[in-house]
């Protein structure tokens, strides 16, 4: 039952080419820190593709953030601290996706 | 340090327009009772969109499976029960990605 209390954030990104391993994780903390401004913000995990599958459709980067509530990420997506993130993030993206869910198990 | 020692498999679907809600809540319980048959599946989550950005693709269904690291993602894939139930599953998809990243926090 607690796991429908959570809704989590996935985004799927592909950084352009020309993007360099130390700008990616400046840009991977600065995601991270978002933690620290923005309360409804309660968690937050990524990682870098490994799947075997070639399904990934060019992505290479996955970021997890949790949240208490619907509400919750429609605040975080309008607060200015993700808004100046967002705006620096998307200009390093080629590719990105978002989609938002309850987990059911 | 522990969530390094999982990894995470990530499928985004997207159902043909054809496919009636009673199927989808099938094919979800045969994907859910993988973890009863195939060892190295930890752990089974799954949800709807509810993203607000439209930034999903088109991706309608998210599912998140566990496993202990990558070997035992490669033995899912190839274990008979998910060969069978992928086949049917794929059959009832227009869009599927899928993503494995070992979460950092």
Known sequence: ME?????KHVLLAKFKDDV?????EEL???YANLVNYI?????FQWGKDVSIENLHQGFTHIFESTFASTEGI????????HVEFANLF???LDKVLIIDYKPNC
């Open 3 to 7: 796991a429908k209390l959570v809704v």
């Open 20 to 24: 360099s391993l130390e700008k990616i």
């Open 28 to 30: 991977i903390q600065g």
């Open 39 to 43: 309360e409804p913000m309660k968690a």
């Open 74 to 81: 429609a605040e975080y997506i309008s607060h200015p601290k």
């Open 90 to 92: 998307l200009d390093h």
